[in-house]
């Protein structure tokens, strides 16, 4: 079964910098575009930034856009999310996510805190 798996979340100062992983399993990677969304508190879920399914072709919301890098190696099954200038908005619980149409899949989610 599809499994996602992110990592690399924590307290950050603004302005610091974090690199969240999402390593995934059963299906086929390197022919699916991945996503990562975020989460805030009595937020809705909100797709931050997606690649497709070479990494050639990357799209983010235009609040992280400059700040924030996605990246995937297809070789590892892994897709990343660089994070730069990070700001107390920021903080929410990150999620790798794929799919398409009503089929969608999601990791358990990793927290970051953005806070001095």
């Known amino acids: 079964q599809v499994q996602l798996v992110e990592s690399g979340g924590g307290l950050v100062q603004p302005g610091g910098s974090l690199r969240l992983s999402c390593v995934a399993s059963?299906?086929?990677?390197?022919?699916?575009?991945m996503n990562w969304y975020r989460q805030a508190p009595g937020k809705e879920r909100e797709l931050v930034a997606t690649?497709?399914?070479?990494?050639?072709?990357?799209d983010y919301a235009d609040s992280v856009k400059g700040r924030f890098t996605i990246s995937r190696d297809n070789t590892k099954n892994t897709v990343y999310l660089q994070m730069n200038s990070l700001k107390p908005e920021d903080t929410a619980v990150y999620f790798c996510s794929v799919g398409r149409g009503t089929t969608r899949y999601w990791g358990q989610g990793t927290q970051v805190t953005v806070s001095s």
């Open positions: 059963g299906f086929v990677f390197s022919a699916w575009p």
């Open positions: 690649s497709n399914s070479v990494g050639n072709r990357r």
